[in-house]
């Protein structure tokens, strides 16, 4: 389930800007020719001048009360993307779902963290998943939540990676990197954020073993910032010990804020964005046939042994009023649409199953199905003929 109202965020506030300046010149035009009008009429009736005067103002209270609201309605943009997986209650984990990215990254989350984080593991076997029919806390689900989150704060900080790391932002001073140390603590409470980015110098698994490094001096051109390992990992049996840099790379005066203890929130000059994750430990039903034979799945036995999650994240666009009247500065504001777009793509259920074809395969399995039951019954005909003669 997707809701918003567009899908290009920038691209939809800047055609409602042009349209909204192209009222302006127009009512203004009109505006005079009614003057001229008036005037005429005034000369042919004649009324008392107070008349005319309050008439006036009441047209022109009116005008700009309707601009304004037009104004700030078309400031904040919502987008809502639900998305799923899947948990067996036999043995407490999460199941892989094959091409879905959202779910392969939160089961890969939680058997690293918990290959290293044995007080996490602890609460997460001590209290196991269950559906909220009572909308009681869990520190189970609090769990998911975090993990989520951290989802979506990742992928965020390596697309605002790709994004400036472009030649036209080299060494430009209207960026800031939002390092570790430098994000708010409250940041930190994300208990994902604050283990898999916690320096290797600071862990005793990266003292005491040998690990692996996947990139080395990616890095971003602006602010000469340096750095020398952005993922690293060394693989246990239970999982991996997983070392991740994050880091924000957004515009300088930007303030990055919690508010109830779940909303993040970037304050931009222009802009502020919002991102919430929903896990309430509500289930969702899947599309007819995906899990007995996409994920091989005995339907039988699923009621008893799985529960498929949904969990809906939110993302909140509010345009500042000053961005109603100014054309500089966009370029750094530029990535949000593309970063949302590559969020649905990723999570978003119905974009998940349009991208395997299910539909397609499944009325395909369906065909099949049914002529391998055509024939298994003429076998069977035949055998009883043969058996008749």
């Given at each position: 389930m997707v809701k918003s109202n567009?899908?290009?965020?920038?691209?939809?506030?800047?055609?409602k800007r042009r349209y909204l300046v192209?009222?302006?010149?127009?009512?203004?035009?009109?505006?005079?020719?009614i003057n001229i009008i008036s005037q005429s009429i005034s000369e042919i009736i004649v009324l008392n001048p107070i008349y005319y005067l309050l008439l006036g103002i009441f047209l022109c209270a009116f005008s700009v009360l309707y601009f304004t609201y037009r104004l700030i309605s078309n400031r904040v943009m919502n987008l809502e993307i639900e998305g799923f997986f899947i948990y067996n209650k036999e043995n407490n984990k999460i199941i892989d779902i094959y091409r879905y990215d959202f779910s392969s990254n939160l089961k890969d989350y939680l058997k690293d963290a918990f290959a290293e984080d044995k007080a996490l593991k602890s609460i997460w076997e001590n209290e196991l998943l269950s559906v909220n029919e009572f909308f009681?806390?869990?520190?189970?689900?609090?769990?998911?939540?975090?993990?989520?989150?951290?989802?979506?704060?990742?992928?965020?900080?390596t697309h605002l990676e790709d994004y400036f790391n472009k030649d036209e932002f080299a060494d430009d001073e209207e960026l800031k990197v939002f390092k570790?140390?430098?994000?708010?603590?409250?940041?930190?409470?994300?208990?994902?954020?604050?283990?898999?980015?916690?320096?290797?110098?600071?862990?005793?698994?990266?003292?005491?073993?040998?690990?692996?490094?996947?990139?080395?001096?990616?890095?971003?051109?602006?602010?000469?910032?340096?750095?020398?390992?952005?993922?690293?990992?060394?693989?246990?049996?239970?999982?991996?010990?997983?070392?991740?840099?994050?880091?924000?790379?957004?515009?300088k005066n930007t303030k990055i804020e919690r508010i109830n203890n779940q909303i993040v929130i970037l304050k931009m000059d222009l802009m502020n964005l919002e991102i919430k994750v929903d896990f309430l430990g509500f289930s969702t039903v899947l599309p007819e046939g995906f899990l007995e034979h996409y994920l091989d799945i005995n339907i039988a036995n699923f009621i008893e042994n799985y529960i498929v999650f949904q969990v809906v994240f939110k993302f909140r666009v509010n345009f500042r009023l000053y961005s109603l009247f100014t054309t500089r500065g966009w370029n750094y504001y530029n990535w949000i649409d593309s970063y949302l777009n590559k969020m649905k793509k990723q999570i978003a259920r119905?974009?998940?199953?349009?991208?395997?074809?299910?539909?397609?395969?499944?009325?395909?399995?369906?065909?099949?199905?049914?002529?391998?039951?055509?024939?298994?019954?003429?076998?069977n005909n035949k055998f009883d003929n043969k058996l008749k003669e």
């Open positions: 567009n899908k290009a965020f920038l691209n939809e506030f800047f055609r192209e009222i302006i010149v127009l009512s203004l035009i009109i505006a005079l020719g009681e806390e869990s520190k189970s689900r609090k769990i998911i939540q975090e993990a989520s989150e951290y989802y979506a704060l990742s992928k965020l900080s570790r140390n430098e994000l708010p603590e409250i940041l930190l409470n994300n208990r994902f954020i604050e283990l898999f980015s916690k320096p290797m110098d600071q862990r005793y698994h990266f003292l005491e073993e040998k690990y692996q490094i996947k990139d080395k001096e990616i890095g971003i051109k602006n602010n000469n910032i340096n750095h020398n390992i952005l993922f690293a990992n060394i693989p246990t049996e239970n999982g991996d010990i997983i070392f991740e840099k994050f880091y924000l790379t957004l515009p119905k974009d998940f199953f349009k991208k395997i074809g299910w539909d397609t395969v499944f009325t395909l399995l369906h065909c099949q199905k049914g002529k391998n039951q055509k024939s298994h019954k003429k076998n």
